[in-house]
T-cell receptor, first 116, second 113 residues
């Protein structure tokens, strides 16, 4: 596997379910990101991990819980979601090198989530 | 604050040039990026420009940067049906000790015969 992979690619869940999204990067990067992409707000940054430490939580509801066990893996744990949480969830990674540095982010294909 | 704006739709005829425009607010951005998203896929970097440059050309792509007006554009020459996608402009920002990208809403490019 190369680049950034995400599983599952599609997920349908009820509002009372608990599920997890997984992201894995094979690029040796030290920063990972979760984004939400929906028709209402096209690309929202949710969480940022740098060197396995969460450095940003962009006012995301607590029903979304991220986990970064190591620099290659990122999870998004979901529980008691709402229908408005239906969206494409994108994971990305980059090499964090400090102020003003080139910061290309590499994206996975996303998980299409539908909450019934 | 940080904000990036771009028009939502652009329709062009195959073979014509496409120009997608973007305005940003953070004058300290050192890099500006263009990403492409094809249906059912994540975003992929198309090109970027360093802030001390006015123009960058890469095959069919030309990026123009006007720092004074904080305006960025992407020109695609000889547009093909395979160029149909959503194009995102992004500015770099540094806060809280790390870099992040601020994305625009994306411009949906439709190429018709």
């Amino acid at each position: 596997e190369t680049g950034v992979t995400q599983t599952p690619r599609h997920l349908v869940m009820g509002m009372t379910n608990k599920k997890s999204l997984k992201c894995e990067q094979h690029l040796g990067h030290n920063a990972m990101y979760w984004y939400k992409q929906s028709a209402k707000k096209p690309l929202e940054l949710m969480f940022v991990y740098s060197l396995e430490e969460r450095v940003e939580n962009n006012s995301v509801p607590s029903r979304f819980s991220p986990e970064c066990p190591n620099s290659s893996h990122l999870f998004l744990h979901l529980h008691t979601l709402q229908p408005e949480d239906s969206a494409l969830y994108l994971c990305a990674s980059s090499q964090e090198t400090g102020w003003g540095a080139y910061n290309e982010q590499f994206f996975g294909p996303g998980t299409r989530l539908t909450v019934l | 604050g940080e904000d990036v704006e771009q028009s939502l739709f652009l329709s062009v005829r195959e073979g014509d040039s496409s120009v997608i425009n973007c305005t940003y607010t953070d004058s300290s951005s050192t890099y500006l990026y263009w990403y492409k998203q094809e249906p059912g896929a994540g975003l992929q970097l198309l090109t970027y420009i360093f802030s001390n440059m006015d123009m960058k050309q890469d095959q069919r792509l030309t990026v123009l940067l006007n720092k004074k007006d904080k305006h960025l554009s992407l020109r695609i020459a000889d547009t093909q049906t395979g160029d149909s996608a959503i194009y995102f402009c992004a500015e770099s920002a540094f806060s809280g000790g790390y870099n992040k990208l601020i994305f625009g809403a994306g411009t949906r490019l439709a190429v018709h015969p």
